[in-house]
């Protein structure tokens, strides 16, 4: 059964970067798409951005500047990037498998757990 | 970004009760419609995909219809884990949005 768990910093500081890894178990990471998503009460769920396995990738506009979204296969895992972090990005993140068969059914069908992340000095 | 609406934004029901969410967006979105099930404290899980698909597992009371721009999810019969609440989300476009939820309490 394929899981998905979010790891990383609970706490970042104003204008740093937020990182979080996100490792994929029992199950292959190839041949899906990954997501990040996040939630906060003011905004409500928000998804930020996918990967593909391959390595292709798009994001929410509204974080596209800052953001970065990468792979390594070889561990199975999936990592956000998000630069010169405000308070406005705490947030509980979420990462998820973005599963799409190619003729029209796209979801988020497995999700980690969510980590909270508060931004703070 | 489609914005998706869905109302009411709360509700109270009993178990064995009948309920119905809406979730309208901002444009059309063709049938690309979900909605997922977050208990507190959990992740949101998915219940049903492309407006009508029972995911894998999910108990029948749960249905969705709908097109365009006008969804519904409905559960037959509420059940005491179904006080949770209720999130539509649209992949017509990007950025791929979500409404802000429908909370479902006890009565």
């Known amino acids: 059964q394929v899981q998905l768990q979010e790891s990383g910093p609970g706490l970042v500081k104003p204008s740093e970067t937020l990182s979080l890894t996100c490792t994929v178990s029992?199950?292959?990471?190839?041949?899906?798409?990954w997501s990040w998503i996040r939630q906060t009460p003011e905004k409500g769920l928000e998804w930020i951005g996918y990967?593909?396995?391959?390595?292709?990738?798009d994001s929410n506009p509204s974080l596209k500047t800052r953001l970065t979204i990468s792979l390594d296969t070889s561990k199975s895992q999936f990592f956000l990037n998000l630069r010169s972090v405000t308070a406005a990005d705490t947030a509980v993140y979420f990462c998820?498998?973005?599963?799409?068969?190619?003729?029209?059914?796209?979801?988020?069908?497995?999700w980690g757990r969510g980590t909270l992340v508060t931004v703070s000095s | 970004d489609v914005r998706l609406t869905q109302s009411p934004s709360s509700l109270s029901a009993s178990v064995g009760d009948r309920i119905t969410i809406t979730c309208r967006a901002s444009?059309?979105?063709?049938?690309?419609l979900n909605w997922y099930r977050q208990k507190p404290g959990k992740a949101p899980n998915l219940l049903i995909y492309?407006?009508?698909t029972l995911q894998s597992g999910v108990p029948s009371r749960f249905s969705g219809s709908g097109s365009g721009t006008d969804f519904t999810l409905t559960i037959s019969s509420l059940q005491p884990e179904d006080f949770a609440t209720y999130y539509c989300?649209?992949?017509?476009?990007?950025?791929?949005?979500f409404g802000r939820g429908t909370k479902v309490e006890v009565k």
């Open positions: 990967i593909y396995y391959s390595g292709s990738s």
């Open positions: 989300q649209q992949t017509y476009s990007l950025p791929w949005t």
């Open positions: 029992g199950g292959s990471i190839s041949s899906h798409y």
């Open positions: 444009r059309t979105i063709g049938s690309d």
């Open positions: 998820a498998r973005f599963y799409y068969d190619g003729y029209g059914q796209r979801y988020f069908d497995l």
């Open positions: 492309t407006t009508s």
